[in-house]
């Protein structure tokens, strides 16, 4: 395995917490079969800023080992797990965001940002509607948004957009797998980090009872709602794909009737983004306090409102595109849409695909000989 070039002598507060606490548990181990996080530590004896990012992303704070540890606080040693790695996670957000005063700004301003960017950009829409035909207005043509905003319009507003994020994206993901390199891929390790992913298999708790929520119960609910949330997502990007196709290489351009195959991907789509974000977001005003890092709970919610807004706009859009509400709620719909995409690269998304790329080096690490040469080894 190559050696990091990481000093574990640079470690930032957040770096150096997680460090602590993670030499305590190599020494415990009774976490082992919760999830991948402690069987990566356990190859491991230092801790350097590669290995606590890694291991940070890997943990999809499930909560299980605060209840399970012995040294959790009021014991004097504190170990807090989640917590700890919930705080790291947002220095990985920042870190490796580009541009990283974007990252901290929204770090900092979340749930006000990404309302106030979705509200202005939802004025700024329904503003240009207005002028092209009053606040109500029915286009000839029912449920034609070209005629509210025009094809070329959309694609280069939406272009821009698109293309700026998928920068950014790559950019920060560039930079994690740089200081997490991902060697020896395989065929079998990239086919159990996509099972991982696609089941959302950890969020079984490691041993099939589900995740903590308020109490020491496990329970599967906040799989249920992740794969609402995950899958809703998926689906209204698929309807979007599947409506580029038709337009651009079957010469078929919207408006698509219900039945069609965009419309009803969308929908499903749109219900899966009402569903599980309104059920993440009663799990998280309910979660135990000493799970997560109460200073990203403004960034959490707006981007659970966001995901949520989206798909509510975007269903009430469908409902009322043969009307005259049609520029103000599809005005109200591409105001939401937009405000998620500027805001994806810099929050809870990141950790979507950080946790994906960590998840790849698990499987590929957990396949290699450990070179920690101790006992048995
Ligand atoms: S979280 Fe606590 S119980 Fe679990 S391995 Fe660490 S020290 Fe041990
Ligand atoms: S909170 Fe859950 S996912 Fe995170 S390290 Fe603990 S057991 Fe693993």
Redesign the pocket.
């Known amino acids: 395995m190559q050696e990091s070039s990481f000093s574990i002598m640079n470690l930032g507060a957040n770096e150096k917490e997680v460090s602590r606490m993670l030499h305590i548990c190599n020494g415990c181990r009774y976490?082992e079969g919760?999830?991948a996080?402690?069987p990566a530590m356990t190859r491991r004896l230092e801790f350097n800023q590669a290995d606590v990012h890694y291991l940070a992303n890997l943990?999809?704070?499930?909560?299980?080992?605060?209840h399970a540890c012995q040294y959790a606080p009021p014991h004097e040693f504190a170990v807090n797990?989640?917590k700890g790695?919930a705080a790291l996670r947002k220095t990985t957000y920042i870190d490796y965001a580009w541009p990283q005063a974007m990252g901290q700004m929204y770090q900092r301003n979340g749930l006000f940002i990404a309302l106030m960017l979705s509200t202005a950009l939802a004025f700024f829409l329904g503003l240009s509607a207005y002028l092209k035909g009053g606040l109500f207005w029915a286009p000839t043509e029912t449920g034609n948004f070209y005629q509210a905003f025009s094809h070329n319009t959309l694609v280069w507003m939406f272009g821009l957009v698109f293309g700026f994020v998928v920068f950014a994206m790559a950019m920060s993901i560039a930079k994690f797998i740089k200081n997490s390199p991902l060697e020896k891929t395989s065929c079998d390790s990239i086919q159990e980090a996509v099972t991982s992913i696609a089941t959302l298999k950890?969020l079984d708790g490691?041993h099939g009872e589900g995740c903590n929520e308020e109490s020491d119960r496990y329970t599967k609910i906040r799989r249920v709602f992740h794969h609402f949330t995950f899958y809703g997502f998926l689906l209204c990007f698929a309807a979007t794909s599947v409506a580029t196709i038709y337009h651009y290489f079957l010469a078929y351009p919207a408006p698509y009737p219900y039945f069609s195959l965009p419309v009803i991907l969308g929908t499903l789509g749109g219900f899966g983004l009402v569903i599980g974000p309104t059920g993440l977001l009663y799990l998280k005003l309910r979660r135990h306090p000493l799970h997560g890092d109460p200073s990203q709970k403004g960034m959490d919610v707006g981007f659970i409102a966001l995901l949520w807004l989206t798909g509510l706009s975007g269903l009430v859009l469908l409902a009322l595109r043969d009307t005259s509400w049609m520029p103000l709620t599809l005005s109200i719909h591409l105001g939401c849409v937009m405000a998620f995409f500027i805001t994806m690269p810099y929050g809870k998304f990141m950790h979507g695909i950080y946790r994906g790329v960590a998840l790849l080096k698990w499987a590929i690490e957990k396949r290699l000989p450990t070179n920690l040469k101790l006992g048995a080894d």
């Not at 943990?59 to 605060?66: I, P, Q, S, W, Y």
């Open positions: 976490c919760f999830c996080v402690f943990c999809h704070n499930c909560g299980a080992c605060l797990i989640p790695m950890y490691g």
